[in-house]
């Protein structure tokens, strides 16, 4: 029978840990379906002892009665009996010397999981690698499979769809939550803020501003302030009255006033509807020049490069902007949070669209189909051809840390009930072969 688990070992303080039994790799605990599978074992030993032990009994009456005379018939069944004796005790020695040395006896080639267990861990190891981690194996497996095609159907249905966007908000929203406020707003800071203030201002203004007069982008600007002047002049007749009016002297009569402010009205709507009417103006001549002069400036005149840096300064001084990393980030925190949570978001909606048409496309296009099931595949081969060694190293790394006891009882506890079937099965087969040789051996001799 199968003997209980032995209690812990005691460890000395500052010990190397002792290596992980089996036990405690499953658990560590006799479970209740471990309890289950050990009242099985033990019946089933009971069986294989009883077939044992009645082939003893109708051996020792066979051969008790043929000493007293019996019909001959009974060597037929003392033959049988005889050879399903020697049968069971054959098969219980195989069965036993699996796990443990036969009534503690150290026969050679027995105990064999107990003092081959590194070898069986990597015997066990080799076999997954070459028939399970082949390149060959996993294509096969992966295109009988139909990956693309069934996770396209499986896509393209609205409420999976759904599903994968409720899904995905779920682990956005973990992740989310996971960035730690400060750390964002400080990446934030000095990948934008800080990197917008770091440089001159103005040469990369300038060059800017260089670039857009070259391509005569400063025509609209000048033509829309020139359309605004325009406008403004118009309604700009009761200005120009009031500040004549103010700065006029007070010896100068009111018609006066009057007459001034109303020809400086004209003649400014004279001159600004000039300007807007003719491209070429002097004036806009001008301001493009002083425009290219200016960007010039920005770019190799130290004073105005100075002054550029100074309004920098004072732009970048502002709380608004010191601020922006974090504003920024609370901002886009809550309304992504919000997003996720809300099932009719745009977000989710969106998700979920993607989703289906990702699907239908994967169902309907063949070529997508056989695209992404060659992806997949070809990604496979490379993990198994790289880190195929390295996968079935942990069957047998796993196995190198058991106890080897307890590995031994762990083991048979899984299996030792099937393998009493092989003892029963011994006496039977063996009391019939007996039979057999008997018989044979009666009708030839």
């Given at each position: 029978m199968t003997e209980p688990p032995t209690a812990p070992r005691r460890r000395d303080v500052g010990a190397n840990p002792a290596p992980r039994s089996f036990a405690e790799s499953l658990a560590g605990a006799d479970s209740a379906a471990d309890a289950e599978r050990r009242r099985g074992l033990r019946r089933m030993k009971v069986v294989a002892l009883s077939f044992l032990l009645g082939a003893t009994v109708i051996f020792l009456v066979c051969t008790w009665a043929q000493s007293h005379g019996a019909a001959p018939w009974v060597g037929y069944v003392r033959a049988a009996a005889e050879a399903g004796m020697i049968g069971a005790l054959a098969d219980w020695f195989a069965v036993?010397?699996?796990?443990?040395?036969?009534?503690?006896i150290p026969i050679p080639h027995t105990a064999i999981i107990k003092r081959k267990k590194d070898q069986l861990g990597e015997g066990l190891g080799a076999f997954v690698r070459e028939n399970f981690m082949s390149p060959e194996v996993v294509e096969t497996k992966l295109r009988d499979a139909e990956v693309a095609g069934r996770l396209g159907k499986w896509l393209s249905d609205a409420a999976h769809a759904e599903r994968v966007a409720a899904e995905t908000s779920t682990a956005l929203r973990v992740l989310v939550e996971m960035l730690r406020d400060e750390d964002v707003q400080h990446v934030l800071d000095r990948m934008i803020v800080k990197r917008i203030a770091e440089p001159?201002?103005?040469?990369?203004?300038?060059?800017?501003l260089a670039s857009l007069l070259a391509e005569g982008r400063q025509e609209a600007l000048i033509q829309l302030l020139a359309d605004r002047a325009f406008q403004w002049s118009l309604n700009g007749g009761e200005i120009i009255e009031r500040v004549v009016e103010r700065?006029?002297?007070?010896?100068?009569?009111?018609?006066?006033?009057?007459?001034?402010?109303?020809?400086?009205?004209?003649?400014?709507?004279?001159?600004?509807?000039?300007?807007?009417?003719?491209?070429?103006?002097?004036?806009?001549?001008?301001?493009?020049r002083f425009l290219f002069e200016f960007a010039d400036d920005l770019q190799h005149d130290d004073a105005t490069i100075q002054r550029a840096e100074n309004v920098k300064e004072q732009i970048m001084a502002r709380d608004e902007v010191a601020k922006a990393a974090e504003t920024a980030w609370t901002t886009a925190k809550r309304i992504f949070l919000e997003s996720v949570d809300d099932p009719s978001s745009a977000l989710r909606t969106r998700i979920a669209d993607s989703v289906v048409h990702i699907g239908e496309s994967l169902r309907d296009d063949v070529d997508l189909r056989d695209k992404v099931d060659n992806w997949i595949i070809r990604a496979a081969q490379h993990l198994v051809a790289q880190y195929g060694a390295e996968i079935t190293a942990i069957i047998t790394e796993t196995i190198e840390r058991w106890d080897a006891d307890e590995a031994s009882r762990r083991i048979e506890l899984h299996v030792g009930r099937d393998l009493q079937f092989i003892r029963i099965n011994g006496t039977v087969v063996g009391a019939l072969a007996g039979l057999a040789i008997y018989s044979i051996a009666q009708l030839l001799f």
């Open positions: 036993t010397a699996l796990f443990k040395h036969p009534l503690g001159k201002w103005g040469p990369p203004i300038g060059r800017v700065d006029s002297p007070t010896w100068s009569p009111r018609w006066v006033d009057h007459l001034v402010g109303d020809r400086i009205h004209r003649e400014l709507m004279d001159f600004t509807d000039k300007v807007r009417r003719n491209p070429d103006h002097e004036l806009r001549r001008s301001a493009t």
